[in-house]
């Protein structure tokens, strides 16, 4: 069971008795664990900071002490912490506070919860990895005789876990011995932050001194020209740029002035340049540019409603339409938050929106801004931590995980894009939604939050119609820009009447190349990766399925690979079926690069580049390819859903979407939600300048309601027709969901597991319990798979006791021996 802290500070100085901790570990175990706290390390043991404990045989892992109280565990006796790892507390009492509400709501344990909260960089555990450091001073060096032992092991063997440490050299206590090795800089590990953690050092070089004076400084020039005058030119440049002698970063000055680096470093051999290492930031919070903008009247108005909104409720959902300048009005609040001291918080669904972003939050903020995901390396992650942990006023823009940042002094929560998907974590646990996670946070800090979308969830919407939040909207683009007009094209029409030329219609067609010749670009929208999703025998109907998963592989064509998009398994593409021994396999289904590939070949002339989770592998990928359509370097842009949110683009007056009908047939209840909210966020990438733009939607359904309601641009009645489907089968909002799902690789013991778990589940709610049913894909990575869905009623039970009820029938469950191979969790509110 999650912990629950009392608000109390408990005073250790003020009691002379024996201590004992509650530490949570980096396990998925439902309980904390206790542990006696050494008389001398009294003061020393606070919450949320880091210690060390033995857990298991002879393994020693960094927990986290969560409370200190001077009642020893009732079952078992105490063992002694081994060390304690922090001066600091590197948790304040607030963020374990929210940690426990997240293990208590979705279902999880605290284990969990902080392994998901806590950079790599902050763990510590008998596996990690000891070095020793190659520029270590060890001559000069006092040591004891235990560090000397483990540094003679160290310098055999070079890395060495702590464990190894402990068995090689018989000491059994070496946690503070390691800490005194890596304050006196003689080895670092693999895992503790302070030693995984290196500043990023740049080379900044300075005219000497004695040349800093106009005769010195000619007769230096005079010289050079006569024996070496390409280290003249090196001399003129850096002059050219820092005419006041000062520090110049010497890869700056390289690349800006086309010197090679063997010409500077001549110079600095001579003597002519000094030289030194710098610590530089690598969050690079600066910008050249300066962003002015103002709000226009309905801007103003609204930043006025929410603000009076503010008074009398925590969340204000901010509706308007795409293009109407939303984020100016983030940008205001933001502006207010940070003359008032604040931090603030600034959460989006993807990675790929913070390119723009922050461009934009830098020219107006500039070293306020910090970026924090999942693409940061553990360096950058570390800054980022350290930054909002010293509570001075910043901006933080992040993807989900964000939320777990130490912020002290929280001021405003935005959630830009609350309505998408991509805020939810899958696995592992803690299974949380971020943008209802960032809800919590922000009440505990006492601080407003603005929620903004063009297509809110019908969750959030139903939630502002109710008066739960306060609800304001923009109806009218920014500037002088228009909603784009949306056409829809008959596939089965265009095909009877011959006018497609592989996926795409004479119509669509057309308008690109409309587009294109009149100096604009497009965007082409197919929700699929990859070449084709299915190869299949035309003779006997086999298919190419994955070896782990029960589902078909996709065929990449720019790597020639079959992929399995589950588990990754990959293989080179058959030439003939093993089953018939036909080669005529047949390609069935498109994704988007067959649609580039498509496109080029019918206009080999045009610009076309992919944006979609394989054309951005590399850490700074979504930054070229934005700024390269940006430029106008790009004319085409084909991606999938990564170009539905929130992204900016001038140029842009066509979007096409390939083929809606896949977003209107997927088997899910939100399905036709996420296909309203995607094609009218998609639809929005069109005019959003001066110019209308136009957006042509291909599909067999013209008539389908969801289609209809995205081209008149009517939320309002999209809104009124989905809630009344929800209410009849009863979906959120009218109810909240807990999605259970067991894994093994035994069927028949699951089959056996879920019978039984749905019995008892049943027994405790009735025909509130769904299932156990196959899911659509039934096996991944060779676990089969059943799911049951719980429908809870938002007013008429407790959805903490059910939860808590859940808990024990899952504990009594795992007691069977038989079941243990069972894995079962908890997905509450799935998306």
Known sequence: MPLEWNSDDFN?????????????????????????????????TQVGKRVVVPFGKKKFYSGMVAHISSYPPKGYEAKY???VLDDEALIDPIHLKFWSWMASYYLCNLGDVMS???????????????????????????????????????????????????????????????????????????????????????TFIQLQPEFQNNSALKELLDYLEKRAPKQADVVLKYLAVNALYGWQDK??????????????????????????????????????????????????????QIKEFWESKEVVLLHGITGSGKSFIYFDLIREALDAGKQILYLLPEIALTVQLVGKLRAIFKEDVFISHSRFNE?????????????????VIGARSSVFLPFKNLGLVVVDEEHDASFKQYD????????????????????????????????????????????????DRFGEAHLPFIDLVDLGEMKRKGKMRQSFSQVLLDRIEYSIKSDRQAILFQNRKGYVPIILCNQCGWTLKCISCDISMTYYKSSDM??????????????????????????????????EEELHLIHPEYRISRFDQSSIRGKHAHHRIVHEFEDREIDILVGTQMLAKGLDFEGVDLVGVIHADQLLNFPHFRSYERAFQLLTQVSGRAGRRREPGNVIIQTYKTDHPVLQDVINHDYERFFQGELGDRDRFQYPPFTKLIEVQLKSMDLNLLEEASALLAHQFKGLLGNRVLGPETPYVSKIRNFHIRKMLIKLERDKIS??????????????????????????????DPA
């Open 379 to 395: 360096n950058e992650r570390v800054e980022v931590f350290q930054k909002v942990a010293s509570g001075e006023p910043c901006v």
């Open 12 to 44: 250790p100085s003020e009691t002379s008795d024996t201590l004992f901790a509650e530490v949570i570990l980096p396990f998925s175990l439902p309980n904390t664990y206790t542990y006696r706290v050494p008389r001398e390390w009294n003061e020393l």
């Open 562 to 595: 079959m992929r399995c998009n589950y588990c990754g398994y990959s293989k080179r593409p058959v030439k003939a079926c093993p089953t018939c021994g036909s080669e005529h396999l047949e390609m069935s289904g498109f994704g988007t690069e067959m649609i």
């Open 81 to 83: 912490l081994h060390s």
């Open 251 to 304: 890869l700056q000055l390289q690349k800006s002035q086309d010197i090679s680096p063997a010409a500077i470093k001549t110079l600095i051999e001579k003597g002519v340049f000094l030289q030194e290492e710098r610590r530089v930031d690598r969050l690079d919070t600066t910008s050249e540019k300066t962003l002015i903008y103002s709000l226009n009247t309905e801007q103003e108005k609204a930043k006025q």
């Open 116 to 202: 998901a909260a806590l950079p790599s960089g902050l763990k510590l555990a008998s596996e990690s990895l000891l070095m020793p450091d190659p520029e270590a001073d060890l001559t000069n060096t006092p040591l004891s005789d235990t560090e000397l032992t483990i540094m003679d092991s160290l310098l055999k063997k070079e890395v060495m876990s702590i464990t190894e440490v402990q068995e090689n050299t018989g000491i059994k206590n070496v946690f503070p011995i390691i800490k005194s090795l890596y304050l006196k800089g003689l080895v670092y590990t693999g895992e503790e932050m302070k030693e995984r953690y290196k500043p990023k050092l740049r």
């Open 428 to 475: 592992p646990a803690p299974r949380y939604q971020g943008r209802d996670a960032a809800i919590l946070l922000a009440s505990l800090f006492k601080s407003p939050v603005i929620l903004g979308s063009a297509t809110p969830s019908l969750e959030s919407y139903y939630n502002a119609r109710n008066g739960k939040y306060g609800l304001v909207q923009l109806k």
């Open 799 to 828: 959805h903490l006791k059910v939860k808590q009820d859940l808990r024990l029938i899952l504990e009594e469950f795992h007691t069977q021996k038989k079941f243990r191979a069972v894995r079962v969790q908890f997905d509450v």
